[in-house]
């Protein structure tokens, strides 16, 4: 799971991203257009400090002990973590035992290879060094520079620590497992889309006419299935990506839309320019959650047998009280869901289907999910 992005009032937040700066990527970062992959890469780069990786990891903690449980609870032989981000809700460990194939997919590319180098080692009551992947059996799968010779129990000889900007072994060089994939995990639309707006936006004369054209991209797109066979996953986990749609790709838009006009044309005309803007942001998010659903339930087996744990974001707080709203268009996100799979609330969720986390200047209230695939026909 990636770093998440700070939710607000729903009317408010469309307000402010047609006249704040750059949408909080900096007054100097974006000189240029520039394409959706670099944009994504940036935004990672953004995130990746010390204190980013402990803050999720604390908010995210729930999350890691419901796919804990679920591991235990089901013991698949395959596994698809999609949206992994920098793996601050997985619990790599248990994840990798008993020769699993695992699939970890995001569209940062480096994002989940971080993650594994930063959960790598432990300690001991001795206070040594325990590699993960020096402990296995088949070492030479996971680390291209495993030796198969021990320094001490816990680590090869290849093994030399590094301290920043997390603990890891130097000589880390991801193998053949897990299987790390970059791809599109909406099955296209926000990658057939950003390429489409970068386009089009360019012979826009007004911004009224960027949010029109904007809206007609999203009619059409091209499908990018993820690259997993059908039926074959017997766990997949989804944390707290449905409510990341309700920021991209339209804050890919957004930052183009200030390279292109000015901040006083944005705000003079305002009124015009937010019916738009809600009609697009709906728009995307309505067309990521739908092909994310499908995928989801695309992949994973119809068996009876095999689960789906997804996690959404329902309410946020109002920075500085104890006050909630609804995030924007999560119904649409429940109603998706409930196309294609049975909801389950069961011990593998700990008996908690809501929870708190804190993350950015509000709490967040989550709803965990142990997902059901229905069997149904032409979904794809």
């Known amino acids: 799971m990636g770093l998440s ?99 970890l997919m995001d569209w940062q590319e480096q994002a989940p290879k971080v993650g594994v180098s930063r959960l790598l080692l432990r300690k001991d009551q001795q206070n040594n060094y325990n590699c993960l992947f020096c402990k296995m ?70 911004a009224k006419d960027a949010f029109i054209k ?20 017997d766990l997949v986990t989804s944390s707290m990506i449905l409510s990341q749609f309700d920021f991209e790709p339209y804050t890919y838009f957004s930052t183009l839309l200030e390279q292109h006009f000015t901040r006083e044309e944005l705000i003079k005309h305002e009124s015009k320019l937010i019916p738009l803007m809600e009609k697009l942001r709906t728009r995307l998010f309505t067309l990521q959650a739908e092909t994310h659903v499908r995928e989801t339930h695309r992949i994973v087996k119809k068996d009876g047998k095999a689960r ?3 996690s959404a974001e329902l309410f946020r707080s109002y920075p500085g009280t104890d006050n909630f709203f609804l995030v924007q268009d999560m119904s649409i996100a429940l109603q998706t869901l409930d196309k294609y799979f049975y ?16 993350l950015g200047q509000g709490v967040s209230i989550n709803q965990c999910y142990c997902l059901v695939p229905k069997a149904l026909t032409g979904c794809k």
Not at 141 to 167: H, I, W, Y
Not at 343 to 358: I, Q, R, T, V
Request: proline fraction near 5%; aromatic fraction near 12%; charged fraction near 25%.
């Open 5 to 103: 992005r700070q939710l607000e009032n729903p009317v408010e937040k469309l307000r402010k991203s047609l006249v704040s700066p750059k949408s909080g990527f900096g007054q100097n970062t974006l000189e240029k257009s520039f394409f959706w992959n670099n944009y994504i890469s940036a935004s990672g780069e953004n995130s990746f400090t010390r204190e980013g990786f402990c803050a999720c990891e604390k908010a995210f903690a729930e999350h890691k002990q419901n796919i804990s449980r679920l591991i235990l609870a089901l013991a698949p032989d395959n596994i698809a973590i999609l949206g992994a981000g920098y793996l601050n809700d997985i619990p790599l460990a248990d994840l990798l035992e008993a020769g699993r194939t695992v699939y």
């Open 137 to 206: 059996s088949t070492g030479a799968e996971f680390c291209r520079n495993f030796t198969g010779e021990f320094k001490s129990e816990g680590v090869c000889t290849a093994f030399e620590p590094l301290q920043d900007p997390f603990v890891t072994c130097k000589h880390y060089e991801p193998a053949v497992e897990p299987k790390f994939v970059k791809a599109d995990i909406t099955g296209g639309v926000a990658g057939s889309f950003a390429a489409k707006i970068e386009k089009q936006i360019k012979s826009c004369k007004t």
């Open 214 to 233: 904007a809206i007609a991209c999203t009619e059409n797109y091209h499908y990018s299935p993820i690259p997993i066979e059908d039926d074959s996953m």
């Open 308 to 310: 789906v744990y997804l």
């Open 343 to 358: 909801f389950k609330f069961d011990e593998c969720l700990g008996g908690k289907a809501l929870s708190k986390s804190e």
